[in-house]
Every structure is written in C-alpha cells, then in structure tokens.
C-alpha cells in the first residue's frame, strides 16, 4: 500500500490544493524553501534546515507535530524492516526527491513525504498494518475553485464508495462532523466535508441568502465533487444540508448513490417562523453552540450572518405552500434513509414524515432520545447507522 499519487494542479489550483496526502490527522501543506539539486544530501540538508525557517511554524497538524530533525526519522526503519543507510539511517528508497520542495511530517511516528511540481507516489510496501493504519486515518484540508469562488473542503479515508458531508446552517466541516470524520470507516468510504461558500473556511465571499441559494448550495457542492474528480457520491446532510442534499439527489440523480438526511425540513410553515426568530439573537444561545461559532467567524459575522439566514428562510413563506424543495422530492431516485430524532425542538417530526412520504421507497429511522445534534450526541449509533445504510 502506498501514498496515493499527486495530480497536477487543474486550472486556477494550487499545488496544495491538488496534493491530497492521506497522513498524519489534520495537516495543512506548506512547502518549504526549494534547494538546487534533487538527491539525498540536500533532502537531509532540508531537515537540518528546518529549524531556522519559518514555514514550519505553520505547518500546524492536529495531533502530531512536524518533524524538525531528520535524525527523529530512524523510527521508520524499525517500521519498515529496512536496513539503515546514510543521512540519519533513513532507508535509501526514502530519500528520493521528486521535486524541489520537501515537508516533513509525522503521524504516530514520523513520515518522509516529497511534495513538488514532479511529484511521484512514494511506496512503503513493508510497512507494518498499525503504521499503515495511521497512515489512512488522517484528515487533510485543502480549498479549490469552484464556480467563482474557493471551496474548502476537508478529507478522510480510503474507500471506494465517496460520501460528501454537508453541515447545517453557519456549519463547515470541522464544526459539525468531528466524530464522522474521525470514526466512518476509512476502508469503506473516502469522507469529505466541505464548507458552503460564506461558511467556514469557504471565505470570502461573505454567506448571503438569495432565494435560491439551497439549488446554488447544490450546485456547488457537486462540482466540488466533480472536480476533485470523484464518479459517484452519497450524500450526508444535517439540518440545511439535508435541504440542500434533498436538491442534489432531485437535479443530479445519475451522480447520487444514496443519501442519509437528518433534522431537515422542505417547507416552512408559521411554525418554523417562530422556532427561527427565537434563535435570531445569538448572544441568547447556550455557551457550548456559541463559542465554536464564534471561534471560527468572530462575533460580529457570526450575529450578523444568523440575522441574515432568519430573513433568509423566512421568504420561502411567500412562495407557494412555504416550498423550499418539496416540488422536488418526487425527483429523489436514489435509496434515502431519513433519521429524526424525536427531541428535536428545532424541526419537528411532521417534516420527517412528509420527506418519508413522497421520497419513494424511502425509509425512516426514529430516534426516542435524539435532538437536533443526534449526529454528535449519538455518534456512535448514529455512524453504525449511516454505515449500515451506505454498503
């Protein structure tokens, strides 16, 4: 098994944004200073380098540290059962370089990678299966031009079958699906999470509220896909990204494979209303919602985006029958499980019942004890679920 190949970047890519590095949890790629020659003495001269740079204060990972010494790197020859040769006991077939810019990272233990224009696989076909392991569970960021603007996105797995994570309202990637991230099989799926344009990391522009702007979420959230360059998706959607997972599977059919929704509605009603402008005013939500919000956006977009989003959701009262999607449902081809927790004082259960109804062949799952956040309160059932569904 090896680290998957490096594409060139497409048009309007950076060389980040097109490496796809499965290794070491979270990391974000910052190539270090390009040396002349490509061989192993200036790659050890690169380690030796790295403490007096100042790329590698920004090469920040969740969970593990950048190496800073290429000698921390002689674990991998007990990993590998390779002799040690040269440059600090690193194996000779670590240290080609195929580029003219080389980070190092660690995971568990540490690992030699080669980033660069030229980029090649680097194979490690004695690693033992734990070290493999940590290989595979890690979770990389990266943005990508889509549709006019640059969509973060962040990605997990190895699996054949490619499921798209698409967070609530004001969510991204990071604030709304840690433990699906960390805990979907890696073997089964290759997991994405993306930020929609105006959340999360997927800013500038600033997140505004057109009346169509669930199809423009669709939309953008399948030419991601398509441009990460994935055949087939199935979909995860929570809350607004149900609504806007509900739109993908309607308008692009041949490219869902399934979908899971959960704690999303396709009408408002006078109800829904209510519900929205009782949590317009953030400052009067608990701590624990509030403070990753406000980590991530600051106060003043956090307040001001929510504002936006209550004004947002209520225009669709002026539309006929308050339709956000439910005009498409009957479109939905695609095998859908609907979870709704019973708890959820934010979308009541009528919502679950009426995408049940006219999703065809649809099947409902209740959860007595679920709320909004079932996802994250009942991580665990809930990922069996998701799983059990998705094979």
């Not at 980029?119 to 076909?125: C, I, N, R, S």
């Not at 360059?229 to 869902?256: C, E, H, M, N, V």
């Amino acid at each position: 098994m090896g680290i998957p190949d490096y594409s060139p970047p497409a048009a309007g890519q950076t060389t980040q944004e097109a490496l796809h590095l499965k290794v070491g949890f979270e990391i974000k790629i910052f190539p270090l200073e390009p040396w002349d020659q490509p061989h192993p003495g200036n790659a050890t001269k690169a380690a030796e380098g790295l403490g007096s740079s100042s790329k590698p204060a920004e090469m920040q990972t969740k969970g593990s540290q950048v190496c800073a010494d290429a000698r921390r790197h002689v674990s991998l020859c007990e990993l590998l059962h390779q002799p040690a040769c040269g440059h600090h006991g690193l194996p000779a077939h670590l240290m080609r370089v195929h580029g003219p810019r080389l980070p190092l990272i660690s995971a568990s233990r540490p690992v030699l990678l080669m980033a660069g224009p030229q980029l090649g696989a680097v194979a490690f076909p004695h690693v033992k299966t734990q070290f493999r392991s940590a290989i595979y569970t890690s979770v990389t960021s990266a943005k990508v031009a889509v549709n006019g603007v640059h969509l973060h996105y962040q990605r997990t797995g190895e699996g054949e079958h490619t499921v798209l994570l698409l967070p609530g309202m004001l969510g991204s990637g990071e604030t709304d699906f840690g433990p699906q991230l960390e805990n979907l099989s890696k073997e089964l799926f290759t997991v994405v999470a993306w930020d929609p344009r105006g959340y999360g990391h997927s800013r500038p522009p600033d997140r505004d509220f057109p009346v169509d702007f669930f199809e423009r979420d669709a939309k953008d959230a399948v030419d991601l896909m398509k441009t990460l360059k994935f055949q087939k998706i199935s979909l995860l959607g929570w809350s607004d990204g149900g609504i806007t997972a509900l739109i993908a599977a309607a308008k692009y059919p041949s490219y869902i494979n399934k979908m899971v929704i959960w704690g999303a509605n396709t009408y408002v009603t006078d109800t829904e209303v209510k519900i929205y402008e009782g949590i317009r005013d953030v400052s009067k939500w608990s701590e624990r919602t509030r403070k990753p919000l406000e980590a991530l956006y600051g106060y003043d977009y956090f307040a001001k985006t929510c504002d936006k989003w209550v004004d947002g959701m209520r225009q669709f009262t002026h539309l006929p029958d308050g339709g956000i999607c439910r005009h498409l449902l009957p479109l939905v081809q695609c095998p859908t499980l609907i979870v709704h927790g019973e708890k959820d004082v934010l979308v009541p259960g009528f919502h679950a019942d009426f995408i049940h109804k006219h999703v065809r062949g649809s099947r409902l799952h209740l959860m007595p004890e679920g709320k909004h956040n079932l996802h994250l309160r009942f991580a665990d059932e809930f990922n069996k679920l998701a799983e059990d569904f998705l094979r």
